[in-house]
């Protein structure tokens, strides 16, 4: 009796499982197809350009140009890979080439990023750093690209540069350690772009503490001027002697204004305020005594 209910079962089963389809979904990534750095034009200009300068500097190279002829070049080549087959152009530029990174700016770091492979100490091409010699070529004095949305394999980019980089024999003339570093792989900690977001938060509330603390000099005086003093740029002025000219173009919703620039390109609000601070620097209205002129 056992044996048959056995048997029964195992028809049951695979009746059950003949019938049967299982689908497997993967969702795919997301793909940044709206991303600005790729899908603006002014937008990933100026990405590729701040962030390939960014690194040029750090290896005492000068900042790159941005070359339409390059960037026609990029643009053409891409629009002829009707496969996105991922390869360089074979053309007389300089060329490095990427695909699938979230944004315009970690496309040049995944370059960039290769110097920590690069020997410098016996300098030369491979292929794990050659990215890195042509993006940081100090021969090299313009740069031009384009990009294309592959399907789910991301934007593919191609930079092309001129004059070349990656010209056998000059690695030690071309490729310059890091300014301040050392070492096989350049030496020196680079920050990353959410410590230096946070180093310019830090900055910028220090730079309100000082308008609102040092700067800011409370007096009893409160008289307009009656013309006999001069502004801090030389010229005449409706102040007392004892006040600067102050205009306020909207810096930081008008709460910080500019001392000495009364008279020239005062787009705004313009004042007489008691204060000991010099020309060109900023004061906090709120807390200072001042009259509107």
Not at 184 to 199: H, P
Not at 252 to 276: A, E, K, M, T, V
């Amino acid at each position: 009796m056992r044996l048959l209910l056995f048997i029964y079962t195992l028809i049951t089963f695979f009746k059950f499982s003949s019938s049967t389809v299982v689908v497997t979904i993967t969702a795919a990534p997301a793909i940044p197809s709206g991303e600005p750095s790729y899908s603006n034009s002014a937008s990933f200009t100026s990405a590729i350009l701040n962030s390939t300068n960014t690194y040029r500097r750090e290896y005492n190279a000068t900042s790159l140009y941005w070359n339409t002829t390059l960037e026609k070049f990029a643009t053409a080549y891409l629009q002829s890979d009707t496969t996105c087959r991922f390869a360089h152009s074979g053309g007389p530029y300089g060329e490095n080439i990427a695909i699938g990174y979230a944004n315009a700016t970690a496309t040049v770091e995944a370059w960039g990023n290769e110097d920590e492979k690069y020997n410098f100490n016996n300098p030369g091409f491979t292929e794990e750093t050659g990215h890195f010699s042509q993006l940081v070529w100090k021969a090299t004095r313009g740069v031009g690209c384009g990009r294309k949305l592959c399907g789910t394999r991301g934007w593919f980019v191609v930079c092309e540069y001129w004059p070349r980089g990656n010209v056998g024999g000059q690695y030690g003339e071309e490729v310059d350690r890091r300014v301040g570093g050392g070492g096989a792989g350049g030496g020196a900690t680079r920050l990353s772009g959410g410590v230096v977001a946070a180093i310019a938060v830090v900055y910028t509330t220090a730079l309100l503490a000082l308008a609102a603390t040092a700067i800011a000099v409370p007096t009893t005086s409160s008289n307009k001027g009656n013309g006999g003093g001069k502004d801090n740029n030389g010229g005449e002025s409706t102040c007392n002697t004892n006040q600067v000219a102050v205009c306020c173009n909207g810096l930081l919703g008008g709460i910080l204004c500019n001392i000495g620039i009364l008279g020239n390109s005062c787009s705004s609000g313009s004042y007489c305020c008691d204060s000991s601070a010099e020309q060109g620097g900023l004061i906090n209205l709120n807390l200072l005594n001042c009259v509107a002129l």
